[in-house]
C-alpha cells in the first residue's frame, strides 16, 4: 500500500518568510509525528497527534512552529517568519501501534 | 532520561567485508529498540526492531542486532556488506511518554562501502 508522503520535496524560502510542509500518513494509522533533522544530525521530536488532537508540542523549538491535524489525517508544519537555523530537513512518521513509518522528508533551506 | 549514543560517526569499508554499527543506550525502564537506514535524499525506512523475546533480530537483507541489556547495546552487524548498503544508519529507542511512543535518536553511522 501506499506509504508516508510528504510535499513539497524541497522548499527554498526567504528568511522572514512563512511556509507550510504537508504530510499525509498511511491510511488509518492513528498516530502522527513530525520530526526535525538538521544536517548531519539525527531526528528530533518536535510534536506528536493522536487523531486530530495535539497531544505533545514539547519539541517545537519557537512559537514561530505549529502544527494541525484537523481531521485525523493530513497534518501540515506551518513555521513562520523563517529564520536560517530552521533550515533542516522535516520528517513526518505515522505510526499503528509500536513502530513509525516515515515519509520522505521535506528539506527547507532558508536564505 | 533516555539516550541513544552512536559510538562511530563514518565507518568505510570494502565491499565483502564484515560491518558492525554500535549502539548504546540509556534507560531505566524497558525499552524497544531500532535500526533505521537512510539513502542519499531518502526518508528513513526501518530496518529492524527490538520489542521482546529473542535478542537476537535480522532483517531481510542480512542485517542483525543482538539485544544485549547487561551491556545496555544494540550493535548492528552484517558479515558481507555490499556496495548498495551505503548510507546512513540510525540507533532509536522508543521513549515512553504519556501512552504514546516517542523516538530517541542516535546522531547516526555513514557507512560507505568501497569496491
Known amino acids: 500500500g501506499a506509504g508516508v508522503s510528504q510535499s513539497p520535496r524541497y522548499k527554498v524560502a526567504k528568511r522572514g518568510q512563512d511556509v507550510a510542509l504537508r504530510c499525509d500518513p498511511i491510511?488509518?494509522?492513528?498516530?502522527l509525528f513530525w520530526y526535525q533533522q538538521a544536517l548531519g544530525q539525527g531526528p528530533e521530536f518536535l510534536t506528536y497527534?493522536?487523531?486530530?488532537?495535539?497531544?505533545?508540542k514539547s519539541g517545537l523549538p519557537s512559537d514561530r512552529f505549529f502544527a494541525e491535524r484537523p481531521e485525523g489525517s493530513v497534518s501540515t508544519l506551518k513555521i513562520q517568519r523563517t529564520q536560517q537555523e530552521d533550515s533542516a530537513v522535516y520528517l513526518c512518521?505515522?505510526?499503528?501501534?509500536?513502530?513509525?513509518?516515515f515519509g520522505p522528508g521535506t528539506r527547507l533551506t532558508v536564505l | 532520561a533516555q539516550s541513544v549514543t552512536q559510538l562511530d560517526s563514518q565507518v568505510p569499508v570494502f565491499e565483502e567485508a564484515p560491518v558492525e554499527l554500535r549502539c548504546n543506550y540509556s534507560?531505566?525502564?524497558?525499552?524497544?529498540l531500532f535500526w533505521y537506514v537512510q539513502y542519499p535524499n531518502q526518508g528513513l525506512q526501518l530496518l529492524l526492531k527490538?520489542?521482546?523475546?529473542?535478542?537476537l533480530v535480522e532483517s531481510i537483507n542480512g542485517f542483525e542486532a543482538e539485544f544485549n541489556k547487561s551491556q545496555t547495546s544494540f550493535h548492528l552487524r552484517k558479515p558481507s556488506v555490499h556496495i548498495s548498503d551505503t548510507a546512513e544508519y540510525f540507533c532509536?529507542?522508543?521513549?515512553?511518554?504519556?501512552?504514546?511512543?516517542?523516538?530517541?535518536f542516535g546522531a547516526g553511522t555513514r557507512l560507505a562501502v568501497h569496491p
Open positions: 534507560s531505566s525502564v524497558s525499552v524497544y
Open positions: 532509536a529507542v522508543i521513549l515512553f511518554s504519556g501512552g504514546y511512543n516517542k523516538l530517541i
Open positions: 491510511s488509518g494509522h492513528v498516530s
Open positions: 497527534f493522536q487523531n486530530e488532537a495535539q497531544l505533545d
Open positions: 512518521a505515522s505510526s499503528p501501534s509500536d513502530t513509525q513509518y
Open positions: 527490538y520489542l521482546s523475546g529473542s535478542t
